[in-house]
């Protein structure tokens, strides 16, 4: 069973368009993330919701809105999508950090390339 | 605020060479937690270790083994007989217990040559 479910893996897309990823966990966490890595490799920190609630919202445009239904899910829309956007997005969950800190599992990717 | 530093951003070995990654913190905090992740070429993250603040006990698990020092705030990674399968970018990571989020830093590209 795969911990952290994330799709699509691949997107393929024209500038100006909305797309979503979708990301889901079965590990019982309350801490879901989404993260952006650029070519460089760097990985950024988007966005954290624990159980549903929004506790992280770094420097993002307004054009990505994360949404979280339940705790198990946490899925990212993009509007007006832009050539910058294009990197790989990974979703990720955990306990509640400062409590019983574990790991985080990441799911494996979505690439996003914007034309 | 936390901070991670990897001060190599990318390094070359021949096989069977020993490495070491290194990785430098920055918390005022006194619990905290460490990580090491590996991303190999298909792209996932792989979790390695976790570290808390409180044991610094150096950690080996088969050719890999973890410096802990809290008295240079670095956590290193030393891979031994590096073998083409090592060739990743490994990042390590800070949680501090009053924060909410992981802290990474920029990675090491690790790249052996056969």
């Known amino acids: 069973d795969t911990a952290v479910s994330q799709t699509p893996k691949y997107l393929v897309t024209q500038m100006g368009n909305d797309k979503s990823i979708k990301c889901e966990q079965n590990?019982?966490?309350?801490?879901m993330y989404w993260y952006k890595q650029d070519s460089k490799k760097f990985l950024k920190i988007m966005f954290s919701y624990n159980n549903k609630e929004l506790i992280i919202n770094e420097t993002v445009p307004n054009r990505f809105s994360p949404k979280s239904p339940d705790k198990a899910h946490l899925n990212l829309h993009i509007n007006s999508l832009e050539l910058g956007d294009s990197a790989v997005y990974f979703c990720?969950?955990?306990?509640?950090?400062?409590?019983?800190?574990?790991?985080?599992?990441f799911g494996e990717g979505s690439r996003l390339t914007v034309l | 605020a936390q901070k991670v530093t990897q001060a190599q951003t990318e390094i070359s070995v021949v096989e069977k060479e020993d490495v070491t990654l290194d990785c430098v913190y920055e918390t005022r905090d006194t619990t905290y937690y460490l990580f090491w992740y590996k991303q190999p070429p298909s792209g996932e993250l792989v979790f390695l270790i976790r570290?808390?603040?409180?044991?610094?006990q150096n950690e080996i698990s088969g050719r890999y083994s973890w410096n802990f020092q809290k008295s240079t705030s670095s956590f290193n990674f030393t891979i031994t007989a590096s073998q083409v399968v090592d060739s990743a970018v490994y990042f390590c990571a800070l949680v501090v217990n009053t924060g909410n989020q992981f802290y990474f830093g920029t990675g090491t590209s690790l790249t052996v040559i056969p």
């Open positions: 590990l019982g966490h309350d801490t």
């Open positions: 570290r808390n603040s409180f044991d610094e």
């Open positions: 990720a969950s955990s306990l509640l950090p400062g409590l019983n800190t574990g790991e985080l599992f």
